[in-house]
């Protein structure tokens, strides 16, 4: 072989041996979120507001109350005694006639479901509570209508890690479940939903809301 054509063969495997290089350190790094780059940033999930809630609201969920000052807790409740949480302070609280509490030191805890009204910071008690055990809510809509996603195990989990580091505690709960990425907030008008289908594409996350209206 002429010593220009072993140039030649050396040439080549020095190409195939950096696009293979360069295929393993982009598989090695995750996949990305397959997010829109041309969402406005005002207009992106961490940004946008829901309008808030003219009426009264109902939510389930655990009210904890220490030294006085009561909150729900919408999302993760740490199985210590007693609890612990970090919900949405509670206005016009009382124990007063409620059953179904448990008590150890100062604080008081039980689930109930809530009537309020949410101000975006703020729950404000409008009707006495219902212990959850005898609360009979109406099954909610299945916002998919019943059809899996079509997205990827990767993919969902990209966009998992993504809305995770973009949201934190604003994220109540987050997880991937028949082909989709299921959010959970503290209340959503349909405006997270837009803006995760502008960035995500359409029904890849779906955003259900906590709170609910009853007015």
Same mark, same amino acid.
């Given at each position: ?61 655990? $009210? ?28 016009? &609280? ?14 008081? &805890? ?14 404000? $008690? ?54 989709? $990425? &299921?959010?959970?907030?503290? &209340? ?28």
């Amino acid at each position: 072989m002429s010593t220009s054509q072993r140039r030649l063969v050396l040439t080549a495997s020095s190409i195939v041996g950096v696009l293979f290089l360069s295929a393993c350190t982009a598989g090695a790094g995750g996949a990305a979120a397959p997010t829109s780059t041309s969402v406005p940033s005002d207009q992106r999930l961490e940004n946008v507001q829901p309008a808030l809630p003219e009426g009264r609201v109902i939510a389930t969920g655990t $009210v904890l109350d220490t030294d006085g000052e009561a909150q729900l807790c919408l999302g993760p409740v740490a199985e210590s005694f007693p609890p612990q949480c970090a919900g949405i302070p509670l206005d016009g &609280w009382t124990w007063d006639g409620v059953d179904g509490s448990e008590s150890s030191g100062s604080t008081t &805890w039980g689930t109930y479901a809530v009537y309020g009204t949410y101000d975006g910071e703020r729950y404000a $008690v409008t009707d006495p509570p219902i212990m959850l055990a005898l609360y009979d809510p109406i099954r909610p809509e299945d916002p998919t209508g019943g059809v899996d996603g079509g997205a990827s195990d990767a993919d969902l989990a990209a966009v998992q890690d993504d809305i995770a580091a973009r949201l934190g505690h604003r994220a109540l709960s987050l997880h991937p479940e028949r082909g989709y $990425v &299921w959010l959970q907030v503290v &209340w959503d008008d349909g405006t997270l939903h837009k803006a995760a289908d502008a960035e995500f594409g359409d029904d890849v996350v779906i955003v259900t809301s906590s709170l609910r209206e009853i007015d």
